[in-house]
């Protein structure tokens, strides 16, 4: 997590960016590289905005019909959120400084949970979202064990009820419902994506900016999620990664990470005391 002081931004506004985030690996890959002609979807999370409320946690859960796994598992490690909430503590014990940083799935260019799929069940999709088909899934969970971010989430048990009724009009009917056995991550609420898809071709027109609103960005109360089309130099969401605060998570990994940051600056005013 990249964080300075405004002092520190006025000095070196590049200062979110550092040395691994500079490299580029464009030439020196084995991964093939895609061209997109139309959208190319990506996000942008500013951290001076976020205060860690969850409710991005909780609108995901609720969008995607994402399984309430109870708190055994969870202590297991299996929680089933989609996109978690990391808190980073700087500081003395008695009085640290806290920071939270969003992690949903980083949808890389060059995403290692593709390439070791035995059945093809994750895969690039032409608009540059890695893409999950549940009923190809093994549950080899290879595609966990080899993404760096730890965004991937196993079903271990049956938790999905197919038969009570008044469970019905809970779930979301454009989403999937998971069983057991299978992987699942964030998708960038891929069905808000095709229903703007398919709403524009009917009106004979391309998606406009901020036509589709992710269910994480549309319930951030900060507006600290940002969503769009990464190949509109005009977008939101584009302009936001221009900016000097713009960095991806481990980049040096040649990830090449759609989700991107904005660092944290802070101003605190010295002559106040902690």
């Known amino acids: 997590m990249q964080i300075g002081s405004l002092d520190d931004f006025r000095k070196n506004p590049n200062f979110a960016q550092n040395e ?24 942008s999370i500013d951290l001076n905005r976020c205060v860690g409320c969850n409710a991005c946690v909780v609108a995901c859960v609720s969008e995607n019909n994402i399984a309430v796994v109870g708190k055994d598992q969870v202590a297991r490690g299996r929680s089933m959120h989609w996109i978690r909430i990391d808190t980073y503590f700087r500081g003395g014990l008695d009085n640290p400084e806290v920071y939270y940083q969003p992690l949903p799935c980083m949808q890389c260019e060059n995403a290692p949970c593709e390439y070791v799929c035995p059945v093809g069940a994750t895969t690039h ?98 507006e600290a999620i940002v969503f769009g089309n990464i190949n509109d130099p005009n977008s939101r969401v584009s302009k936001l990664k221009a900016q000097t605060r713009n960095y991806g998570l481990l980049v040096d990994l040649n990830t090449r990470p759609r989700t991107t940051y904005l660092a944290r600056v802070r101003n605190p005013n010295p002559e106040i005391r902690g």
């Open 125 to 222: 999709s032409p608009e540059g979202l890695n893409d999950m088909t549940y009923n190809r899934c093994v549950g080899t969970r290879y595609c966990s064990n080899n993404c760096p971010y730890k965004v991937r989430r196993f079903n271990f048990y049956l938790y999905s009820d197919y038969t009570t009724p008044s469970l019905f009009g809970v779930r979301n009917p454009n989403v999937t419902v998971r069983s057991r056995g299978v992987m699942e991550k964030c998708t960038y609420c891929v069905q808000r994506i095709n229903a703007a898809k398919i709403r524009s071709e009917v009106e004979n027109r391309t998606i406009t900016d901020g036509e589709i609103v992710t269910a994480c960005q549309q319930a951030c109360p900060a």
């Open 20 to 43: 691994s985030n500079q490299i580029d690996y464009h030439g020196n890959s084995l991964y093939p590289n895609f061209k997109y002609d139309g959208y190319s979807w990506g996000l």
